[in-house]
């Protein structure tokens, strides 16, 4: 009321610059009063949030408390799963044990006794067999493995694995003199049964090569006769329309053509024929050598034949077919076969 008193008595200038003071003033208040409405709306905004994401992260952190909990039920319930079938386990690996042993103790029993009823060997063999020791072999416990456990297994299998290796050539020994006293037949029967596979497969070779070669003959006279048709129209052609000049520079391009394809073609059988003696020569020595090899070289074996075979002849001309007998039919074991040089050379001419 004094301020209202004291504007009615100023003058009009004063009351108008009072008013503006007064006006700022009133307008200052209410613009704070607004600044902390707004601040005090966003605090509460805040606070919401965070009583919400609060509750959240409470649900959360039960439903994992409840997760955890099962799984250690499930965890605890396993443990005793496992231990009880590892003491299963352990159990029935003592039964089988025991009863592994009892087998060997009683296999070799009935060895030695059998050894003594079919009298075979003398007391020094029946000693041996009395006293070479039983396989007492314990399987190690499964264990997880561990950076300190895996060297002390990998030695443990190692010494294991020695003692094997010494009882392995211990009955190595044992039984070598036996094997050196037996007979050669199997080794004979042996090599005679690679002797048969390899002349079967050279035999199978010379199928395939004269097959290949007669193929190539027949594919070759057919291109000639063809070539050949084709050049007695082209020529008939040729003659009928004799001023055709393009007609005639074809005509002797393709005779250039067939003469350089009759080269390559009698090159090709010409290396075709070189190939097919060699792979026969090379055959013809693998027999031979196999043969040497197996029933040493039969050159005493011909000229004690044909010595006596001439000597048993009375007349000169019995002498000569002797001897072309002999040098065509020798006695083999096995029957070298028939070189195809001759057969592809055939084809070939």
């Not at 009823?117 to 020094?124: M, S, T, V, Y």
Request: hydrophobic fraction near 35%; charged fraction near 35%.
């Amino acid at each position: 009321m004094e301020s209202v008193w004291d504007l009615l008595q100023l003058d009009s200038n004063q009351q108008t610059e009072k008013q503006k003071k007064a006006e700022k003033a009133v307008r200052d208040v209410m613009d704070l009063l607004s600044y902390l409405l707004y601040v005090r709306d966003r605090e509460l905004e805040h606070q919401n949030r965070l009583s919400e994401n609060l509750g959240r992260v409470e649900k959360q952190l039960e439903r994992k408390n409840h997760i955890v909990q099962t799984l250690t039920s499930d965890l605890e319930t396993l443990k005793q799963n496992s231990a009880q079938k590892e003491n299963i386990f352990k159990a029935k690996e003592q039964a089988l044990m025991t009863e592994r042993k009892t087998l060997q103790v009683q296999k070799k029993a009935l060895e030695v006794n059998c050894a003594r009823k079919n009298l075979e060997g003398d007391a020094e063999e029946l000693e041996k067999l009395a006293s070479a020791p039983i396989d007492d072999f314990t399987p190690t416990p499964f264990n997880m493995a561990t950076k300190e456990s895996i060297p002390q297994y990998i030695s443990a299998s190692m010494e294991a694995l020695d003692e094997k290796l010494k009882q392995l050539e211990h009955v190595i020994r044992n039984e070598l003199p036996s094997a050196e006293a037996r007979s050669d037949k199997e080794v004979i029967k042996r090599l005679r049964q690679k002797l048969d596979d390899a002349h079967a497969i050279i035999n199978e070779q010379d199928q395939l090569l004269q097959a290949s070669l007669s193929s190539s003959v027949a594919s070759s006279g057919a291109g000639r006769a063809a070539d050949s048709t084709s050049l007695a129209t082209k020529t008939g052609l040729a003659d009928r329309s004799s001023p055709d000049v393009n007609a005639e520079d074809d005509l002797q391009r393709e005779k250039s053509e067939l003469t350089v394809l009759r080269r390559n073609l009698e090159k090709e059988r010409k290396l075709l024929q070189e190939q097919a003696v060699k792979l026969d020569k090379d055959r013809l020595e693998f027999e031979i050598a196999k043969r040497d090899q197996m029933f040493g070289t039969p050159k005493d074996a011909e000229s004690m034949l044909s010595a006596r075979e001439l000597a048993n002849c009375s007349t000169p001309q019995r002498q000569r077919r002797a001897k072309r007998l002999d040098l065509d039919g020798l006695d083999s074991p096995f029957e070298l076969p028939v070189s195809g040089t001759q057969f592809t050379f055939n084809l070939l001419q």
